[in-house]
């Protein structure tokens, strides 16, 4: 069987649904994941599957696998990532397999795994691969069963029994994207109190509106637009399994990851003073800057929800998010990417001040920056072609190299990193004025075109 090893990623497996997760090969790799977790003693696990047209064949294909190893299977459904992460607490199992191709395109489908309660990746990922390369699946003696529960109401009281607002009544535009967010938001927000303005609320896994990446600003046009005609306190939008959040304040202005961060560490290292304070690369001066004025140590961090979950767990944190929107709170929570959760919080902020959400944030630095620039590099080079970039940035420059190279230039900084799920490299600059943007702009085009890549244009 030809399975193109490119699937297995950092921290989950993705692909192009009809010709690299065919029924065979998804089959086959839930025969390796059932015998990586019956080899740890695990023999139950979870399944679930976001809104994509592909998921309930995949599914099908995975289910036989799983169960053919010797794996019983309990089924919740179509659901989110994050009921999926809770759905392991709920009934206490200690492995899974969610379906979703995430903020990915259309074509796309995926699997994120679980061992224990947390996501696999890396070296496991690599694990399953080299299984199915060596045909190491041992014969079971067992067919496993399948099991189906609904556990959709538990988990929205979960929520709703951890988040309380305060007497303000806020109206919030929830955009869904038609993703899998779809099923459960309005009910969500009307259990909080807030007058709800739904968008895009029906599942579809063809996205017919628009594409549910909240990191990209023209996946957010609507929101904005209805944020303003509504008047609402608040827009939200959530990617396609709704671990990400997407944010619109009152004047219809995006506020992106690291900015809607500083809001969550003012509340967290306000009640928990000199926390470690893990910040992706990806991320503004200015966050690092609001968590030292905070009493916050900053820790620079690689991207990747299963990567950043591991180091808050080694360093004992209480919260940190990425750029992409994936928020992880640990202080109040289970430590996973929940942007219903994520959402909560930001509403409990919001109810409990007399500002508006614009005017949280007006004491913030403003820095100039470009958005997230995807530039298209094969898998097979990308990170090659960033080890380059690296050496020939240190020669002019002190850099964060954790993630790829951030390099610190006199007015601000320039990011370029190979992309876990995607074959691109993501860049990203910022400085404390136009003139010093245009010269970092400049210099890391230039740094990156010069190792072979085509030519593009900064994304704002």
């Known amino acids: 069987m030809n399975i193109n090893p490119a699937i297995f990623r950092e921290y989950d497996i993705r692909g192009i649904a009809e010709t690299e997760l065919t029924p065979p090969v998804v089959h086959k790799i839930g025969q390796a994941y059932g015998a990586f977790v019956l080899g740890k003693g695990v023999n139950k696990v979870l399944i679930g599957g976001d809104v994509r ?7 099908e294909g995975l289910i036989r696998g799983l169960t053919s190893a010797g794996l019983d299977i309990v089924d919740i459904g179509t659901v989110t990532s994050p009921m999926f992460y809770f759905g392991l607490h709920h009934l ?14 259309g074509e796309y489908n995926g699997m994120k795994m679980a061992c224990g309660k947390s996501t696999i990746y890396g070296a496991d990922i690599q694990q399953i691969k080299k299984i199915i390369q060596e045909d190491n699946i041992p014969e079971s003696r067992r ?53 709800v303005i739904p968008l895009f609320c029906e599942p579809d896994g063809k996205f017919p509106n628009h594409h549910p990446d909240p990191v990209k600003r023209e996946n957010l046009t609507f929101l904005v637009e209805e944020v303003k005609k509504q008047q609402a306190d608040v827009g939200v939008a959530y990617d396609g399994d709704a671990d990400r959040i997407g944010v619109v304040d009152d004047t219809g202005e995006v506020i992106w990851g690291d900015k809607l961060m500083v809001l969550y560490w003012r509340e967290i290292l306000q009640k928990n003073p000199g926390q470690q304070a893990i910040i992706e690369v990806k991320c503004s001066q200015a966050l690092v800057d609001e968590i030292e004025r905070l009493g916050g140590t900053p820790y620079f961090y690689k991207t990747g929800h299963s990567l950043i979950k591991a180091k808050m767990k080694e360093l004992n944190a209480l919260f940190t998010g990425e750029m992409s929107g994936h928020m992880f709170f640990a202080d109040e929570y289970y430590g996973f990417d929940d942007a219903f959760y994520a959402t909560g919080r930001l509403l409990r902020i919001l109810s409990l001040s007399d500002a508006k959400l614009s005017g949280l944030l007006s004491d913030l630095p403003q820095y100039h920056s470009t ?9 097979a080079v990308k990170f090659g072609i960033i080890d380059k970039i690296r050496e020939q940035a240190l020669k002019d420059y002190d850099a964060v190299t954790i993630d790829g190279v951030r390099i610190i230039y006199p ?25 010093g943007l245009s010269f970092i702009t400049a210099d890391l085009k230039k740094r990156i075109l010069r190792v072979g890549l085509q030519d593009f244009n900064w994304e704002y």
């Open 53 to 59: 047209l592909s998921t309930p064949v995949i599914r």
């Open 92 to 105: 206490d199992l200690d492995g899974g397999i969610m379906i979703t191709g995430s903020h990915n395109p």
């Open 143 to 195: 067919e496993g069963t399948v099991g189906r529960t609904d556990i959709a109401e538990a988990y929205l009281d979960m929520l709703s029994s951890k988040i309380r607002l305060g007497p303000r009544r806020l109206k919030v535009v929830a955009d869904a994207g038609n993703g899998a967010a779809s099923l459960y938001i309005e009910k969500f927000l009307k259990f909080l109190g807030c007058e």
């Open 371 to 379: 958005a997230e620039t995807r530039i298209d590099c094969p898998d």
């Open 411 to 435: 007015d601000g900084w320039g990011l370029v990193r190979a992309s876990n799920t995607q074959p691109v490299l993501v860049a990203r600059c910022e400085a404390r004025t136009p003139e």
